[in-house]
């Protein structure tokens, strides 16, 4: 039977099971390098479809705000002024992208955390709807590359990357069940009013119980210049997944790039020999002309230089990354690795593997929840 024809009832006994998986949940410690994660447990709404669909002027077209592969989301505004984000499943899709849909309703219904999207509730009469807070600046990708505003600010940029660094630590560690997002990018992240970064979009996101020291998933979805090697070649899902994504995440913060240029050369192959020497002055967005911390920037490649290392093996966990990223008087000489890894290093490069491609390689179901100005 298709997942649309799921019954109100069951999907309310679904809801109730998740509020009791968090009513079981304790308070996690987190690293002292973190700021003290919420103890806040998460709250769920089943919406009536009335109420969205008054909410969004009846999914009126000035109110659709982003398109993906199977999924569109529209801006709303409750009766008590409250601002939504409705993400409507297209009734056109297949069983396969409901279960991604249910899948992402699953995943993140079960996480509170500052930097990570809260999931306010959802309905499924008449589809399918994963309702949002509504994120007034968009995302980071839209605010980052568009070129008719002014160049996104140092400050603001630090705080992205310190705020999305504290996000996926407590996806990967404090959590009940360990998720690896697999899509961590530009476009996923979205910003609060006040320049929060939230991590969204978990339609390609997996428990990884604790027994398990990864996936092996197939077919490969993701976006190509996040991709990390082990699993763009073999398909091998960790955390270390992620944090790769995350370091290409900060050299894009850092230079302004996108993840594969026009040229199909990744940002990564173009950060490295950069990073190598040294130079941090050819890495930096040249918008920003000296308007930035040094100290701060050299904090951020390091990080970065650490998260895009080729082997998953001497990557940071991102309990290790939060430690570099706020730490100056870290020793890198304990992140050094010895010759044999460095030559594996330089031999498996980037631009061989993408320039192939085509850049626009993404099976994540929806870049991100955006604004109209976007």
């Given amino acids: 039977m298709p ?24 308070d996690e410690k987190i690293s002292k390098t973190t700021v003290k994660e919420s103890s806040q447990r998460p709250t769920f709404k089943c919406f009536t479809y009335e109420e969205i669909l008054e909410a969004t002027g ?19 505004v409750m009766k008590d002024g409250q601002v939504l984000a409705v993400k ?11 279960r991604e849909f249910l899948t992402e309703l699953g995943t993140i219904g079960h996480v509170h955390h500052p930097n990570v999207s809260s999931l306010l509730g959802c309905c499924i ?8 807070e509504f994120s007034l600046h968009g995302s980071v990708a839209s605010v980052l590359h568009d070129e008719d505003s ?19 630590h407590y996806l990967h560690k404090g959590c009940q069940r360990r998720i690896i997002h697999r899509d961590i990018k530009a476009s996923n992240i979205l910003l609060t009013a006040d320049f929060e970064p939230q991590i969204s979009d978990f339609g390609l996101a997996k428990w990884l119980p604790t027994q398990w020291s990864h996936h092996s998933i197939h077919p490969i979805e993701g976006t190509l210049g996040y991709l990390a090697p082990e699993y763009f070649m073999h398909g091998i899902v960790d955390e270390k997944t992620d944090v790769f994504a995350f370091g290409v995440f900060l050299l894009e913060i850092i230079s302004g790039r996108k993840p594969v240029d026009l040229s199909h050369q990744s940002l990564v192959s173009w950060a490295k020999p950069i990073l190598i020497g040294n130079e941090l002055e050819k890495l930096i967005d040249p918008r920003l002309g000296e308007d930035y ?24 966990t991102m309990s290790e990354v939060l430690e570099v990223m706020v730490d100056s008087e870290m020793d890198k000489e304990k992140w050094k690795m010895p010759e044999e890894a460095e030559d594996e290093e330089e031999f498996w490069g980037f631009e061989d593997l993408e320039c192939e491609c085509d850049s626009s390689f993404s099976t994540s179901p929806l870049n991100s929840i955006l604004t109209s100005s976007s």
């Fill in 3 to 26: 997942l649309f024809l799921l019954r109100r009832s069951s999907f309310k006994r679904l809801f109730s099971s998740f509020k009791e998986v968090n009513n079981t949940l304790d």
């Fill in 58 to 76: 009846g999914f009126n077209s000035d109110n659709l705000v982003g398109r993906g592969g199977y999924a569109e989301v529209y801006r709303g």
């Fill in 88 to 98: 409507r499943l297209n009734k056109a899709t297949n069983e396969r992208k409901e």
């Fill in 125 to 132: 009469d008449n589809g399918f709807y994963l309702i949002f």
């Fill in 150 to 168: 002014p160049a996104m600010s140092w400050k603001i940029r630090y705080k992205i990357a310190l705020g999305t660094a504290r996000g996926l």
């Fill in 293 to 316: 911390d040094m100290a701060q920037l050299k904090l951020l490649a390091f990080t970065a230089s650490l998260c895009v290392r080729t082997s998953a093996t001497w990557r940071p």
